[in-house]
């Protein structure tokens, strides 16, 4: 495992996290920025497992939030998670020892290592999820039973908020109440844990992943060979975009996307069912994988993800499938984001029974 | 008409500065097409021009007639990719507190940064996506910064945040850089690009440091028609297939870069009378498809990148493919490029290309000999590989729609079949080799205009869209058209999400023939 995150695993960390996207989790481009002038400002950013931190280390998990309309726009300011950490410091007696990633997948997966820079912390390799939700709840902490009590918001003004919810759900109300005060753009660290209660509460390894996701494809002589070997991911269909139903409301961007198998391919159709992450796959009205497994839609020939805004008709592309962390297949992991806490209404099934 | 015998005469030349050749044509007043001319562009582009010009010129009777010039060039894309010529930015963005995260030119490369920066800095200012301010803007620190680099700076350069919502304190900044500058070029991004700081941010410092480059390439247009005595206007194309009067191509000099797609493109829809189709644009080593709606380019919804820099302004939606009339059979996809009238097998040469397999399969007669029998199966292959080749990339462009034509254009249109899968028909055009220039000679003059609408109140909402559209049509007529007849063109509504009240961004464009 690697010790330090120097700018050169900037690129790398961008790419794995826009795979485990799986559609979603927001733009990498201005968290890999940040990311990189963080690093030449303030230094490489140690890379610590959960195991090598002291049982009461405090680890704050951190991740933007808002309109990503808005933090294309309105870029965060470089002393956010500062505020976070006073804040933290006053409330616990004793600085983080540590950030981490709530959300891999996407944008929250690589601004987390400027957030650690900016702080001169380690960033555990762990986060909340293993991928990308568009739900605050929807985190490792919340199934494994840590109760959600308190929530720190700062914006790019300098205000602080500490909220402590009654549970999970008025946690995301008032959060999302404060953040459209804030301009619809915060930083937020949602829990406040030790590293004792982070064991089995977070999903371990993800943003060491994530580097050598990104780094499996690098002149690679078949990049998506390498990708699907790298996954461990089954593909489900490599073909053309050929049809788009994409619309948005109330904040998602909800769809379908028709992908028509070419090459060997040829014949067959995938059908993608999309909540801002690509949800459900099905094949001539069988399941193939669902969420919380993992699908990503990929270029076929770069073998770099493709976000569910940067879906055009005509794309060449390849679908792969692969297992979610094992605590999303417990009870409350499915209750929490299984298909049906999106509204599908099927019995969840493993993408390695039901892909091949 | 007999009392402005003149008038039905008065001609207007086209010009489009090409990767390997510079093309003019000259068009009458009924916009047919007088005389056409090609020549190789230049390594520093404005021999090729003049070139080009006079060639055309030679082929008219009495070139005084010629009251307008339309030049389409790649002169600002050469001076990024080649950091040459480029003048030196002071860059101020208003944002503090917010945006420390990303300062200015992060992205930039290091080379291009070194050339362009003269000074960057953060100061307090910028909108929330509600309008409201982020912070009084901070004149004081304004003034501090001007007093710094002002010294060092060609340009100014200022982005706020939001400010294609809220432009007034990018206004009051000018303001501010004027009366400590004095007559010093200022972009402001709100004027140039959409929501993105940084892609934004990025376009405008661009757009600031080729002010010095668009002056040169104005002053070298202008010394070769004074030195033929033509007395003329001069307007210059830009991305989106549209004109800008001299003066304000050389406020927006960045907005050039990529008018040689679109000149193709409305050229392709004049010659052919057809405004709705797919363009293909075959040239020496490569072919361009776009797609025309409505007469003009759809644009790429994709970050575009020039010379390493991240922007956000509109281009024409381009799928290049590698196959041109060069194209070298069994080496693909090199080509032998200008060399194509000595090497290729129909001019007597020793290298089987593309055009000599467009010949071999009955597609056009070109050169001076025929086709050697030993090639043609080979030749024969390479067509059959071509024709895949670009019924793949029409199929890609087409979106799904395959009740369109397609209109063929460039110098080596003749490799296309006369049917293609995905295409209802293929549309050849008269003078389709020398489209760019005719698409720069015909074009309208356009205005843009992007802000945020609140949406919850419908009387206030129209109010601030008809206000928008007036202001499309004022930049419209400011770039050259004629008041009497801009139109609004394009409106797209698209509804934002997460915020306190609803609302959307709102893109109007203004477009109208130039003023008489």
């Known amino acids: 495992m690697q010790a330090r995150i120097s700018t050169d695993d900037v690129p790398a960390l961008a790419r794995g996290c826009a795979v485990l996207g799986t559609g979603g989790g927001g733009d990498v481009r201005a968290g890999g920025l940040a990311a990189r002038r963080a690093i030449l400002e303030y230094g490489e950013v140690p890379l610590v497992r959960l195991d090598e931190l002291p049982e009461d280390a405090l680890i704050l998990p951190l991740s933007g939030i808002g309109a990503p309309t808005v933090s294309h726009e309105m870029i965060h300011a470089e002393d956010e998670p500062v505020r976070i950490r006073d804040e933290v410091e006053r409330i616990f007696g004793r600085p983080p020892a540590a950030v981490m990633s709530s959300e891999i997948g996407g944008g929250n997966g690589v601004a987390p290592v400027a957030w650690a820079a900016r702080l001169g912390l380690p960033l555990l390799d762990a986060d909340a999820m293993g991928r990308a939700f568009p739900e605050v709840q929807m985190v490792s902490m919340y199934v494994a039973g840590v109760p959600a009590n308190i929530v720190i918001m700062s914006d790019v003004v300098g205000n602080v908020v500490t909220i402590r919810p009654v549970d999970g759900l008025w946690s995301e109300q008032i959060a999302r109440a404060v953040c459209v005060a804030s301009g619809s753009s915060a930083l937020m660290a949602d829990y406040v844990l030790t590293a004792r209660e982070c064991r089995g509460a977070v999903i371990e390894g993800t943003v060491s992943r994530a580097i050598a996701i990104g780094r499996a494809t690098e002149g690679a002589q078949d990049p998506l060979a390498a990708l699907q070997d790298e996954l461990g991911a089954v593909r489900l269909i490599t073909g053309k975009l050929t049809d788009l139903d994409r619309r948005t409301t109330g904040g998602f961007v909800r769809g379908t996307v028709t992908i028509e198998g070419t090459g060997e391919d040829r014949g067959r159709t995938l059908g993608l069912e999309i909540q801002n992450e690509n949800l459900v796959a099905v094949e001539d009205g069988r399941v193939r994988a669902m969420v919380p497994d993992l699908i990503t839609v990929v270029d076929t020939q770069a073998a770099t993800a493709v976000q569910t805004e940067g879906l055009r008709y005509g794309q060449r592309v390849t679908v792969l499938a692969w297992p979610c962390d094992p605590l999303w297949r417990t009870p409350k992991g499915l209750e929490t984001a299984g298909p049906r806490a999106f509204g599908y209404d099927l019995d969840y099934l493993p993408v390695e029974k039901i892909a091949p | ?516």
């Open chain 2, 1 to 516: 008409m007999s009392e402005r015998p003149d008038q039905r005469r008065r001609l207007r030349v086209g010009i489009d500065v090409g990767g390997t050749n510079t093309d003019a044509v000259v068009l009458d007043e009924t916009d047919s097409v007088v005389a056409t001319a090609k020549r190789p562009t230049s390594p520093d582009v404005t021999e090729g021009l003049r070139a080009a010009l006079d060639a055309v010129l030679a082929e008219l009777d009495d070139p005084s007639l010629v009251t307008r010039v339309m030049l389409g060039t790649t002169h600002a894309t050469n001076a990024i990719l080649e950091r040459r010529s480029l003048g030196r930015v002071a860059v101020l963005r208003l944002g503090l507190p917010a945006t420390t995260s990303v300062p200015p030119l992060s992205d930039w490369p290091a080379d291009l940064r070194d050339v362009v920066a003269a000074g960057a800095a953060i100061v307090r200012g910028g909108h929330f996506v509600d309008g409201r301010p982020i912070a009084p803007l901070d004149t004081d620190a304004v003034k501090r910064f001007l007093a710094d680099v002002g010294s060092e700076a060609d340009a100014v350069a200022v982005a706020g945040v939001f400010s294609p919502g809220s432009a007034d304190q990018e206004n009051q900044v000018a303001e501010i850089i004027r009366a400590e500058l004095g007559d010093i070029a200022i972009s402001l991004s709100h004027e140039i690009g959409s929501l993105g700081l940084l892609e934004r941010e990025n376009a405008t410092v661009l757009n600031a440091a080729l002010y010095g480059v668009a002056r040169d390439v104005t002053t070298a247009l202008q010394d070769a028609l004074d030195s033929r005595g033509l007395k003329v206007e001069t307007f210059f194309a830009q991305n989106d297939g549209t004109l800008m009067a001299v003066d304000y191509a050389a406020r927006y000099p960045v907005l050039t870069i990529g008018s040689g797609p679109a000149n193709s493109l409305r050229g392709a829809a004049y010659l052919s009378g057809v405004e709705d189709a797919i363009v293909a644009d075959v040239g020496g080593t490569s072919t361009d498809l776009g797609v025309l709606v409505g007469g003009f380019p759809r644009e790429s919804a994709a970050a575009v990148e020039i010379g390493g820099v991240t922007t956000n302004f509109r281009m024409p939606d381009i799928l290049s493919i590698a196959l041109g009339g060069g194209t070298m059979v069994g080496a693909e996809p090199r080509s032998v490029g200008y060399r194509i009238g000595r090497e290729a097998l129909v001019f007597g040469g020793p290298t089987p290309t593309m055009t000599d397999a467009a010949v071999a399969a009955g597609r056009g007669t070109v050169g001076t000999h025929g086709v050697p029998d030993q090639w043609r199966d080979r030749l024969a292959e390479a067509v059959a590989r071509a024709d895949e080749l670009v019924a793949d990339a029409v199929d890609r462009v087409a979106l799904g729609k395959a009740d369109r034509p397609l209109i063929a254009v460039g110098g080596g249109a003749l490799l296309l079949a006369g049917r293609i899968p995905g295409a209802s028909e293929v549309i050849r055009p008269r003078h389709a080799e020398v489209a760019n220039a005719v698409g720069a000679a015909i074009a309208l003059a356009s205005g843009r205009l992007e802000t945020i609408v609140p949406t919850g109140n419908g009387n206030a909402r129209a109010a601030l869209i008809e206000k928008a559209k007036e202001e499309a049509a004022a930049r419209a007529v400011a770039a050259g058209a004629d008041p009497a007849s801009v139109q609004i063109v394009e409106l797209s509504e698209i509804p934002l999400s997460y915020l306190p009240e609803p609302a959307v961004r709102l893109q109007v464009k203004a477009a109208g023939p130039l003023s008489r």
